[in-house]
């Protein structure tokens, strides 16, 4: 749910019309924002679902004001992103040195009360603009335009939901929202952000290093997982993620299939709308699992939209990219639990 608690007596009926509404304007919002990405077909145009799935999994309304601020947030971030990569690429080492400060930065910030949709899209932008920078500077620019173009059509995707789907009218007897968490001890948000960086930054250094730019979606991706995705978790739990990522691959591959068959925008369509609404009952669940569904949909939403946009991705080389992400997911989970593990062992 929303962090909401409900008063006994209407909390069974309210909570579950809630729950409905929310799975029915996630599934709703993102389908016409990967409709509308794969009619059109911009460059990098699949980032746009998943951004649509962002905002509609607030559940604080969004207002036309409040979208148009999350638009300028992801152009800020983007923007600084594109003046790092062109300023720093020309000297690697500096660049990589700088990269990892600025990760840590990041992280730091995350682990604290800054804006979350903000600190997601600087993760995002300062792990993709420098890949696609490195083709050219003109590369770098199209990549920072059509992100702001996603915003754009993102938000207007989840303003029309969110208007014509809102919350039902919450009961007298609904107890207000709990306060906000306190803030972790300043020690412990040194440990988040430095175990993240040493996870994430690796990934990225390795990429760069082989100029691996075809392979932003990964990049993409291990972004959403590492700032997302709750990973200061047992053995267990990251086997989970990994699980969920596994299910999600093999999704996408029926679905991909699907689409061979019947290569229509309405019959993608159709497929996105089943799929949202099927995982979004999960999603928006109280269920401990809700976030591995949040996993999987992320990654399902990244690999169908570049695949059936224009940039559509040969039958076999989807597998090829399904297998990179389920790499990079597995080595981020490793990596974190092996360096929490350690830095908890050095604490003793």
């Not at 993620?241 to 596994?246: D, P, R, S």
């Amino acid at each position: 749910m929303s962090g909401e608690a409900v008063a006994p007596a209407l909390s069974p009926t309210w909570a579950n019309s809630v729950r409905h509404r929310r799975v029915l304007r996630y599934a709703l919002g993102v389908t016409l924002a990967m409709t509308i990405s794969g009619a059109v077909g911009w460059d990098l145009a699949f980032i746009c679902p998943v951004m649509a799935g962002m905002l509609l999994s607030v559940p604080i309304p969004l207002t036309l004001r409040a979208g148009l601020g999350s638009v300028l947030m992801i152009a800020i971030a983007m923007g600084l992103s594109y003046v790092f990569s062109i300023l720093l690429l020309p000297y690697p080492l500096i660049f990589l040195g700088v990269l990892a400060v600025t990760l840590f930065q990041i992280f730091y910030a995350a682990s604290g009360h800054a804006q979350p949709l903000f600190i997601l899209w600087l993760i995002i932008g300062f792990c993709t603009t420098p890949l696609i920078t490195m083709i050219s500077t003109h590369a770098g620019w199209i990549t920072t335009v059509s992100f702001v173009i996603s915003a754009v059509v993102a938000m207007l995707s989840a303003f029309i939901m969110q208007t014509f789907l809102p919350d039902p009218p919450r009961p007298v007897t609904v107890a207000p929202a709990p306060a906000p968490k306190p803030l972790p001890e300043p020690s412990t948000r040194i440990r988040r952000a430095a175990i993240s960086t040493m996870t994430v930054w690796p990934l990225l250094a390795f990429f760069i290093a082989l100029q691996l730019t075809s392979y932003v979606d990964v990049v993409i991706y291990a972004a959403v997982l590492a700032i997302s995705a709750d990973l200061r978790v047992g053995f267990k739990s990251g086997l989970a993620i990994i699980v969920a990522n596994i299910g999600g691959a093999l999704i996408t591959i029926v679905m991909f299939n699907l689409l061979v068959v019947v290569p229509k925008l309405w019959f993608f369509a159709l497929l996105t709308l089943l799929l949202t609404l099927t995982l979004g009952q999960g999603k928006f669940s109280d269920s401990p699992i809700a976030g591995l569904y949040n996993t999987a949909l992320s990654g399902i939403l990244i690999i169908i939209g570049e695949s059936t946009g224009y940039t559509m991705l040969a039958g076999t080389k989807i597998y090829t990219r399904l297998f990179q992400i389920i790499v990079a997911v597995t080595y981020i989970v490793l990596m974190f639990g092996l360096l929490e593990s350690l830095w908890k062992r050095k604490e003793r």
